[in-house]
Structures are given as structure tokens and as C-alpha cells.
């Protein structure tokens, strides 16, 4: 079993930053690629960036710029930097680790709060 706990979330103002961490409980990362997802109330969940084993990032239009993924192999543990927050990025933060190779297993944090005020 593996299990991924996110931390980092909290109460912010508009414009300021946080960064969140993911670590897992076992050495994984080496061949997973990691992301951060989130969900709103009322909303679908979304991807908000990736990151793959051999380092390549990918990111949604409505945080390019302001949000910057990165890994730590060593640590077993992923990263989240979140800068000029606004309200719209209120959500529910979760990590995702998901095997590259066939039939390797998907693992789901359980997620950390992100509170933006205006």
C-alpha cells in the first residue's frame, strides 16, 4: 500500500502564495508520473499540472505562469508552487501518482484545502 499526503494548504489573500507538498510513504516516484488536481464546490475536478518521471511538465492555460510543479525523488515527495493566487483558485488540492508502466497502479491523496481571499 501507498499512500500520498498533501499539506501546504491554508488561508490566503489574493495576490499571495503558497506551496504544497505531496509525500509519499514509499520510494515510487522514480517511475510515476505525479499531478495536482482540484475541485470546487459545485465544480468538476481539474488538472492544474503534471509532471512526469523523466521531468516533463504540462499545465492548463488558467494557471500557466503563476503555478510551478516539481519533484523530489530522493524525498519521495512532490511540489505545488502556487504564486499571485485568486479567489478562483479556491478549491480542494489533490495529488496524483500514477504508474508509467503497464498495469501499475494509480494512488490518490486526500487532499489539502485552498482558501483564497479577495
Known amino acids: 500500500q501507498v499512500q500520498l499526503l498533501e499539506s501546504g494548504g491554508g488561508l490566503v489573500q489574493a495576490g499571495g502564495s503558497l506551496n504544497l507538498s505531496c509525500a509519499a510513504s514509499?520510494?515510487?516516484?522514480?517511475?510515476?508520473?505525479v499531478a495536482w488536481y482540484r475541485q470546487a464546490p459545485g465544480k468538476q475536478r481539474e488538472l492544474v499540472a503534471t509532471?512526469?518521471?523523466?521531468?516533463?511538465?504540462n499545465y492548463p492555460d488558467s494557471v500557466k505562469g503563476r503555478f510551478t510543479i516539481s519533484r523530489n525523488n530522493a524525498k519521495n515527495t512532490a511540489y505545488l508552487q502556487m504564486n499571485s493566487l485568486k479567489p478562483e483558485d479556491t478549491a480542494v488540492y489533490y495529488c496524483r501518482a500514477a504508474g508509467e508502466k503497464a498495469a501499475m497502479p494509480i494512488y490518490w491523496g486526500q487532499g489539502t484545502q485552498v482558501t483564497v481571499s479577495s
Open positions: 509532471i512526469t518521471s523523466g521531468g516533463s511538465t
Open positions: 514509499r520510494d515510487i516516484f522514480s517511475i510515476f508520473t
